[in-house]
């Protein structure tokens, strides 16, 4: 089986771990015997223009390459309107580019099956380019999409023909399924199919063994996220404050990632007293950051919205108690009071005293640790590309059954 994965995030020179779980499960479809494609759709702007913005400017140079693994990952350049204008426009130079780099291919590729990730701008543009390979596919959402797109007119109507268009519509979490059912109840309910991302084990384990950890109170809490408002690391460093407040100690709280926040919650930590004990390590490599949560006690990522959260799970994976919030993808991955603590989303008092219950003894989030490693060891790769790959081969046989019914249908009319 051949899969054409269209994506408009994989990891690249320039950012090698934007996307990172497209690969994982690009990767992980390998393994289990598929041959896959990756067309990472990255937005063009005259360099004029992009040379104004890091994020853009960053992409003027992608050369196409290939994985150790076997994946070819090529990259698709399309005309790029920003903040949704003109996105008719935009959504055609994206389907035009992406059927002119797969005739442009040396051997004409046909493929079984397409895998797209995300709606905006790759999944709305893919019912184009399925009718024209004459190729059913997947869609696969990872994130809430931007209001602006899905409640207007044409938005959502482009939208709508992704869905009704899709062999499946495939989400990460529940959050997402409420989402789709929220603005489109009439497509949606009742035909998505839920699958979570995975965790690789054997990498985390190699970061645990060698990140020098040793048992001892639970005193240093660490947070890797991109540094957006909904993350809730203002409310992580509240609540530290809190605990000074009531006498408890605590020695170190790291934050790896960056954003546009960083430099608010930097200015925060200093007014609330506590940036001699707080860390913002910036964006890091992956098993870095696999390796400042090993190090660390406990993990706390208070986000109100979150569709999944490979990060709760890369936590518990490395042995560390997690706190999360209900409602949110962590609540999918994370037993509450076994696995780790779910709060309420921008409830102070309720993050508080999670963090109190795991800084005040060891014993208890030691506990919740090794019961969380237990439930990480549920979401493997494997797993996924199994899931995947059933729904992969259901959709080939639904064709084909298609397909032998419009030649049969043929032949009594001739």
Request: charged share 25%; hydrophobic share 40%; glycine share 6%.
């Amino acid at each position: 089986m051949h899969v054409l994965i269209v994506t408009p995030v994989y990891p690249h020179p320039a950012s090698p771990t934007e996307g990172l779980f497209n690969q994982q499960h690009a990767q992980s479809l390998v393994r289990a015997g598929v041959k896959a494609t990756v067309l990472v759709c990255k937005p063009w702007l005259p360099a004029v223009v992009a040379n104004r913005w890091e994020r853009y400017r960053a992409l003027t140079c992608l050369d196409d390459f290939e994985e150790p693994e076997g994946v070819r990952v090529m990259f698709v350049r399309y005309l790029h309107i920003p903040r949704y204008r003109l996105y008719p426009l935009t959504l055609a130079s994206c389907s035009r580019s992406i059927l002119g780099k797969i005739r442009a291919m040396t051997s004409q590729a046909l493929f079984d099956v397409i895998q797209v990730h995300s709606s905006w701008p790759v999944g709305m543009a893919t019912p184009i380019v399925a009718d024209a390979l004459r190729c059913p596919f997947v869609i696969t959402m990872h994130i809430e999409d931007d209001v602006r797109l899905v409640s207007r007119q044409t938005g959502s109507a482009l939208y709508k023909r992704m869905l009704e268009k899709a062999s499946a519509v495939v989400v990460v979490g529940r959050p997402l399924e409420r989402f789709l059912q929220q603005w489109f109840l009439d497509v949606a309910n009742g035909q998505l199919r839920i699958i979570p991302n995975g965790v690789d084990l054997k990498m985390i384990q190699e970061v645990v063994e060698t990140s020098g950890k040793k048992g001892g109170a639970a005193k240093h809490i660490v947070s890797v996220a991109n540094l957006w408002p909904t993350k809730g690391i203002d409310a992580n460093l509240r609540a530290l404050k809190e605990l000074n407040r009531l006498g408890m100690r605590w020695d170190s709280y790291t934050v790896v990632g960056d954003g546009p926040e960083r430099r608010r919650l930097e200015k925060l930590a200093r007014e609330l007293d506590i940036a001699d004990k707080v860390q913002f390590k910036g964006r890091l490599s992956h098993r870095d950051a696999l390796s400042e949560i090993a190090r660390a006690d406990i993990f706390s990522l208070p986000s109100w919205q979150e569709a999944f959260g490979v990060a709760y799970l890369e936590a518990m994976a490395c042995g560390k108690p997690v706190i999360g919030c209900y409602g949110q993808g962590a609540e999918d991955i994370v037993r509450h009071g076994i696995d780790g603590l779910l709060v309420k989303c921008g409830d102070l008092e309720d993050l508080t005293s999670a963090m109190k219950q795991l800084v005040g003894s060891s014993e208890y989030s030691c506990r919740l640790g090794e019961s969380a490693m237990s439930r990480a060891r549920e979401f493997t790769w494997e797993r996924n590309s199994k899931e995947y790959l059933k729904v992969y081969q259901d959709i080939c046989s639904q064709s084909a059954d298609s397909s032998r019914s419009r030649n049969g249908q043929r032949a009594l009319q001739q």
